[in-house]
């Protein structure tokens, strides 16, 4: 288990301090993916450095497993470091070595045998989908192969926590999801708690189990990652959830509202019931969605008819069938919440 209590970290410059981290205070659980989610400048690289002490905070307490590392001496804490793996956004392989020699790398210098390196390396790009390339170098390498070489090389001390930070930022829509199916494997089939640092909640809502939300330095909320999606309670959160929403704000007829998919069976058509019950025509404004293992997850913006008994009659059925929905105001912000999110 990773805990972080009252973290603050300050830079000096030649201007002045700088805070990156102000009382920042997390639990992340064994076993999970733990996303967390903000701006540039919001604070979550300094983060989750703190977390293996690449940076040292200023003040507050990083306890991992019981143990807290400020109390650990360079030699405790360098082995503790050998059950936390870190990949970053720009894969630092290194280029004079083969795929299979940079995965060895971390256990040639942890004084592994070089046959018993090479024995783990293979067995981790067998993992990652990259057997056929251990001979290769880097520069022969897709972006997305590079990042699954990254993630075994992290993997190869086999470590308990795995942080990464925006390690698909650079990557396209599809190689992204490769990684992060990727990263769930890893996660499943090995036990790996993975922190996840990222500015895009599509990552968020495709892998993590819970998040914390960034903002200027400090956390605005935390929780389960159905329930963020769902009522955003911060500003930074509902503008890393609901950008799009800029979209219909010109839009002009009847009242507007936002649906939340949290998990309802795929199958289910929501939309079909709601016209058939309620005997009214809706507008599909904006609409993103995904499977997940047979569950819809996302949101889609309605727009109601004009005639307010209309109008009423699908509120009606909304609130009768615990269906959270958000009435938006012109500019496409949330006024109110109501029942329970869809699943």
Known sequence: MIELKNICKEFKTQKGSFTALRDVSLDINDGEIFGIIGLSGAGKSTLVRCINYLEKPTSGQVIIDGREL????????????????????????????????????PLEISGRSKADAQKRARELLELVGLSDKENAYPSQLSGGQKQRVAIARAM????????????????????????????????RKLGVTIVVITHEMKVIDTICDRVAVMDNSIVTEVGEVASVFAEPKSEIAKKLILPELKTVENITGGERIRLIYNGESSFTPLL???????????????????????????????????????AARVKNYLNANNITYSVLEGGGKNVGNTSQAVG
Do not use: W
């Not at 360098?78 to 795929?99: A, C, D, P, S």
């Open 272 to 310: 079909s019931n709601i016209i058939l019950s309620c005997g009214v025509p809706l507008n599909i404004l904006h609409a993103e969605t995904k499977d997940i293992y047979g569950k819809a997850y996302g949101e889609i913006i309605l727009q109601l008819p004009e005639d307010s008994r209309s």
């Open 156 to 187: 190869a001390p086999e470590p308990k926590y795995l942080l990464c930070d925006e390690a698909t930022s650079a990557l396209d829509p599809d190689t992204t999801r490769s990684i992060l199916e990727l990263m769930r494997e890893i996660n």
């Open 70 to 105: 400020g109390a650990l001496n360079k030699k405790e804490l360098l082995k503790l470091r050998q059950n936390i793996g870190m990949i970053f956004q720009g894969f630092n392989l290194l280029e004079q070595r083969t795929v299979l020699k940079n995965i060895c790398f």
